[in-house]
């Protein structure tokens, strides 16, 4: 029994088997193997994929562990191993093992391409960037681009060192998953979930749900007995199981541990060999481990090493004669201890200072500590503890920058425990110690922070473990897990001393930080409050940095006079400590707080001092963001010039490689155009913005697109194509909490259906979103939403109420510097105006609204007899140099039919009529149709046409279905304070009564 055999467990076989057969369907599939120690999980799950794999061998195994000492802090762990395991620069692959190189480097060059494509913050976060270069450079360098764009990915993460947002990493792990299996279907496998860090638990949930249309299968295994709660905290891994059994049913295979099974389990492994082992001593060894897989196979590896049991002359095992179970240890630490007795001195020591290093171990390692030669320690793992005593298990090789080590693992978990367990603790400090400087010298090249912190940790070198976890909790916000970096920054102060105040001021500052992510926004004013007291005894450059952190909190949670006074003080503090890009960074801090206050001009300033201040400095990627804001606050006065800075803005974000601003710079740019009319050039910014959104894992950006998209496609008369995009992104924007979007979007959607006559589902919709923006204080939004209102209460004809909400936008609009909203405010009041018989003051209120006011200033001007104002007015509407939509068009010819006809030229009347009849009882391309039927109507009447009667008709009844949603006065508002409805229905009630 070199090597324990698979023994029973046919019938969670078959159930893995049946959860990997949805998965080859496309339909993704999540299922957990769950025991006691020593139950089996892991053997289970390595047979099943074994016996996958040579069913399918396109099938694609990747295995990820986690760590029983450093995983709870070291985030995405079994995540990282998976990867590299999957793009092929760690482990072996499994067309490695069958000798299939050409195979393997098609792998590797489409695997390392899916991860440019659609993974590239994962570059230098979960995967080391110098190692894939290194790996993959060789396969790339055929593929014209590739190599250069991999280059670039691995040197702008040495470059930038901003934190990737959470979900952006997950979504990207997705996508990647998602594309890899699109090729060849993945078994991913997640071992020990019970000692899984929460970023990596937060990963497997997001895996479960958005591979749920791939060919992936994802196992995890885990104890349930270790789901304990981890100090005051709630396993993160439980709440993830619950909310999996709610969507997905029961995907469980559980281990039992019963008699029936324990004897079923006692029978099989004993005739996995020829014996002669009878009913008793099976009885007495079933009684004896009560069927427990690992005390069952290694108390069996005993009795054969000491001799208890022996072969016959056949070649069988027979009980010998010096059997007695009551001699026998009665746990499995007992049997541990008997097998490891066995061993040489020399190979016991071995796996004692193996097991400091932990369940998975590096030879090469244990060689440095014990001061011995690599190969001759090799040649004990591989031929003895491994090959022999069954007590290790190489698990391939590691790379350490331009060194390849051996990994090793022990063969359960529960032999380095009872190693490790065996130690004193003098001597566990000291090995740790030893093992600690042997790893940091073996992986000099990258060194793993976490690794290094714990072992520093528990050697009682305090400042070396605090400067490995600073690193480890700095690496962790890279990684966007800010929850595991809370952990290790807040063990780094623990080992600081309080004297230290500069580096204490450091760890404060990266913890900050993670709170902010996690928007803890309690725990976060304390750590800002502790960084200013210390930064006040410190240098101007860190008061500096405090203020400006200051300024961002303020921001963040809606306090902008204190953010405005914050980011005016980090300017004079930068500026004194000769900071030229701490100053900068103040003032678009300042130009952000100011903007988002409703002080659009005030911010432009800063935002253009920013600009101009990284200019001189050469800042390239402060110059991008400031001119990215720069846009932002001109979107609402200048579209043109709101333009040009997004490009700009584009240009930069290119050339120093920050893909996340491209991708803004990209949708913004989409926005720009729509404002600007030009739909198509829109149609495709924003469609790749999408895609680039999507390829980042930005949820943030996906929904903004999907909005940006849905606006389009009402502004172009397409409400059904404006759903779809526009659902996506209300769901999207209630999923991350982004409150102000949302509103936006409930405004679009309230739109919606106002144009469909669903008056009390868009009041619904538009009260939703002007409680989210009072709730906020957001000024322009606010306005935004009571000109909408303001607009369905004039269609319903209800004045005075259209007259309140619309004054009340203009003023705030007014105060928020935003002339774009203010116009769009004051062409309604013109239009109510109008409605009220008063044409003198709605051509004053029309023009005050600018270019949105030009219909309501030609309907006035027409309504005072100024017939050829009017008309030039009309005529110049389609005369501004750019493609008019079907509605502009449409509403021009309603009004110069009403010119011409007013102006007694029936012919013209008519032949414009005769381009208005073909849209009449279509979709309503404009929000109120009744003046479309009534010119049709009056023209066709004046000229003598029998069609007029049909018209009439045909437009009575359109009026009555607008209507019919309406009772008592709400309906003799609708149609008797519109003038065009109120003329419509008279003509109508005529010719009924007449007919």
Known sequence: MSEPPFVGREREVGRLESFLARALTGQGQVCFVTGEAGSGKTMLVQEFARRAQARDERLVLAFGNCNAQSGAGDPYLPFREILAALIGVAGRAADEERGDGGRLRHWLVRSTQVLIEVGPDLVGTIIPGGVLVAKAGKALAQKAGWLDELEKLAKRKLAVQAPVQPDHLLEQYANVLRALAAGRPLLVVVDDLHWADAASVNLLFHLSRRLETSSVMLVGTYRQGELYRRGTERHPLEPVLSEVKRYAGDVWVRLPAGEAEGRDFVNRLLDTEPNRLGASFREALLRHTEGHPLFTVELLRSLQERG???????????????????????????????????????????????????????????????????????????????????????????RAGRRVLAGYRFAHALFQHYLYGGLGRGERRMLHGEVAQAIEELYAEHPDPVLLAWHYDRAGEDERAAEFYRQAGEQAIRQGAPHEAERLLTRALELTPEADAARRFDLLLAREQTLDLQGLREAQLRDVEAFEELAAGLDDDRRGEAALRR?????????????????????????????????????????????????????????????R??????DRQTQADALRHLGQVSLGADKRQAQDYYRQALDLYRQ???????????????VCAINLQEDDRAAALLEEGLAGARRLGDRWGEAHANYALGALAQNQGRPAAAEAPL?????????IGERVQEAATLLILGSIRLEQAEFAQARELFGQALDISRALGGALNTSSVLKNLGELERMLGNHPR????????????????????????????????????????????????????????????????????????????????????????????????????????????????????PLLGGSNILDDMSPAYLICYEVLRACGDARAAGVLEQGGQWLERQASTLDGPARERFVTNIPSRRRLAAAWHVARTRG
Request: proline share 2%.
């Open 308 to 398: 208890d049991l022996i072969r016959d002359p056949a070649g069988g095992w027979v009980a010998g004669p010096r059997l007695d179970f009551g001699t026998l240890p009665s746990r499995v630490e007992g049997v541990i201890e008997q097998r490891l007795g066995h061993l040489e001195a020399s190979q016991q020591e071995l796996l004692r200072v193996a097991s400091v290093e932990g369940e998975a171990f590096t030879a090469e390692v244990v060689a440095r500590v014990q001061r011995q030669q690599p190969r001759q320690l090799l040649r004990d793992l591989s031929q003895d503890l491994e090959q022999r005593h069954g007590l290790v298990q190489e698990r391939g090789d590691l």
């Open 551 to 611: 300024a961002g909190y303020a921001d963040m949670t809606g306090d902008f006079p204190a953010a405005v006074a914050a980011a005016e003080r980090a300017v004079a503090l930068a500026g004194a400590a000769g900071l030229t890009r701490r100053v900068a960074g103040a003032h678009l801090a300042w130009g952000r707080a100011l903007y988002r206050s409703g002080s659009r001009q005030e911010a432009r300033a800063h935002h253009e001092l920013a600009l």
């Open 613 to 618: 201040l990284a200019q001189s400095g050469g």
């Open 656 to 670: 120093i490689g920050d893909l996340r601003g491209e991708n803004i710079a990209v949708r913004y740019l989409g």
């Open 727 to 735: 659902q996506a992104a209300l769901e999207a924007y209630r999923q």
């Open 802 to 917: 259209a007259r309140a909400y619309l004054e009340e936008a203009a003023e705030v609009a007014r105060s928020a510097q935003n002339t774009v909203y203010e116009h769009h405010a004051f062409a309604q009041l013109a239009l109510v105006e109008l409605y009220e018989g008063n044409p003198a003051a709605a051509l004053e209120l029309a023009r005050r609204g600018g270019e949105p006011g030009r219909f309501a200033e030609a309907s006035a001007l027409l309504a005072l007899g100024r017939l050829e104002e009017a008309e030039a007015a009309l005529h110049g509407l389609l005369r501004d140099g750019r493609e008019s939509r079907e509605w502009q068009r449409l509403t021009v010819n309603i009004g110069l039919a009403e010119v011409a006809l007013a102006g007694d030229n029936r012919g013209r009347a008519l032949a414009l009529v005769e381009g208005i009849l």
